[in-house]
């Protein structure tokens, strides 16, 4: 239903561009309100729409909306997904370091690795722990949108997105506020704090917003960290599309059955990293990332059923928890013990 990625859903969006223009529409509205609200209150565009697409939940019932909520789930996340590759540059991740550059992969995939065992623990199959430990790990509701994306219908379903953007959302507004507070308690110099809040902090604007608050070093610090985990997504979505079949029984997928964002993903950062677009090409593609990945989530929202939601309980959360807990105590021991 929402971002399937090998169209392997029953439902479809048949009809002209008059189907889809009611539910884009909404879409629409729901992302420039969202927008809005991020502006004039200093929150993330993503948890803006999320809330808002919740709170326009009971629209799902009207068939009119299904065609351009489809669209906007599915389509539109995909070509967001692959515009998030203008975000990053082979020059940024260079600069880090190699010490610095295998930490962050050994915390991203520590983070996935206790996401899925976590899961697993609490009832739970490897999909939802794998799309729960990859939004904390990488670059949250981003992360997230993407995973579901890869791992398809067959092994994921709205109502498990949605909890996991709820709770990546909240966990990660929590970590903008208490990280920074911890950083100046134990004295981090502006490398270290940088590297913490880069490497733990799940949204890439709470990250980027955190390290600028402990200050202009360690935001430029937090900034190159959290790129190179932005990087570490598309081979990340590979590896989940290769070892993880989209229905159970079914063979692996092969290499050349790699969804296209994730090429798409790979070409572009490369072509960013040559240096030859130009940077306002760059703001411009950014932002068109920014609202396609919220037009996405504002269109999952509002198809999610909440029923399913209330009955999931706490547990699911847990998992969330457990992969944000993992993921700061490892950021906090490479900050003191391998960086600077």
């Not at 799902?60 to 299904?66: A, F, M």
């Not at 082979?90 to 690795?113: D, N, R, W, Y």
């Not at 902090?201 to 190159?224: C, E, K, M, N």
Request: positive net charge.
């Amino acid at each position: 239903m929402a971002a399937d990625l090998y169209n392997d859903v029953g439902e479809t969006t048949p009809g002209t561009w008059r189907d889809h223009l009611p539910g884009l529409m909404i879409v629409a509205l729901g992302v420039l309100a969202a927008g809005f609200l991020s502006d004039n209150y200093g929150v993330p565009l993503t948890l803006m729409a999320l809330l808002l697409g919740l709170a326009l939940n009971f629209l799902s019932v009207d068939t009119r909306l299904t065609p351009g909520l489809v669209f906007a789930s599915r389509s539109l996340l995909r070509w967001g997904i692959m515009l998030v590759g203008l975000r990053v540059t082979a020059e940024q991740i260079v600069a880090l370091g190699p010490v610095a550059l295998l930490c962050v992969a050994a915390i991203v995939a520590s983070t996935m690795a206790i996401g899925i065992l976590a899961a697993r623990r609490l009832g739970f199959d490897t999909a939802f722990g794998t799309l729960a430990g990859g939004a904390v790990a990488i670059c949250g509701a981003s992360a997230a949108m993407a995973l579901v994306a890869t791992l398809g219908e067959k092994r994921t379903n709205e109502a498990q997105l949605t909890l996991v953007l709820v709770g990546v959302s909240a966990m990660s507004a929590t970590a903008m506020l208490v990280y920074p507070a911890i950083a100046h308690l134990l004295a981090l110099s502006d490398l270290r704090a940088g590297f913490l809040l880069g490497a733990s902090i799940h949204d890439v604007a709470q990250a980027l917003g955190a390290g600028y608050a402990y200050s202009d070093g360690a935001g430029q610090i937090a900034a190159i960290v959290k790129l190179t985990r932005v990087a570490l997504l598309a081979p990340v979505l590979a590896i989940v599309a290769l070892f993880l079949p989209r229905q159970p029984g079914a063979r692996r997928s092969a290499v050349f059955s790699l969804p296209w964002f994730v090429v798409g993903f790979f070409v572009l950062a490369a072509i960013n990293s040559i240096g030859i677009v130009p940077p306002s090409v760059s703001t411009l593609a950014e932002k068109a990332a920014a609202g396609l990945l919220a037009a996405a989530v504002t269109a999952t929202a509002i198809r999610s059923p909440l029923s399913q939601l209330v009955a999931a309980g706490p547990r699911p959360l847990l998992v969330i928890l457990a992969a944000t807990v993992v993921a700061f105590i490892l950021s906090l021991a490479a900050a003191l013990l391998m960086i600077g």
